[in-house]
């Protein structure tokens, strides 16, 4: 078993969600989260004042698949996250050491 840590843009998580239902995996974990990479920080309007934000909102999607399918899977997410700009996103790859998920 591999896990799979996808952090990508927030509008990119619906077309890497599509590819990753299409190879089959019935399960995975969505959350919101801030980072920086290469592109730093930007800056950001409100109130008609400009300020500067650290972190730029991303979308960190976790999946479980088994150790035959994790090549095809990070070729597939990679495809439909890439924009061509950078920070695209990354693609974690943890190994699993235990046989399986416990059931409770």
């Known amino acids: 078993m591999k896990q799979l840590i996808i952090i990508v843009k927030p509008f990119r998580a619906e077309a890497v969600l599509e ?18 990479g290469r592109q730093k920080n930007y800056l950001d309007r409100y109130r008609g004042s400009e300020y500067s934000t650290a972190y730029l909102p991303k979308v960190e999607i976790t999946v479980w698949v088994p150790a035959t399918k994790y090549d095809e899977l990070t070729e597939r997410v990679a ?12 693609v974690f790859v943890v190994p699993l050491a235990w046989p399986g998920p416990i059931e409770f």
């Open 19 to 36: 590819a990753i239902a299409e190879l089959g995996v019935d399960a995975c974990s969505v959350r919101e989260v801030k980072g920086y």
């Open 79 to 90: 495809k439909a996250a890439r924009t061509g700009r950078i920070g695209d996103g990354k």
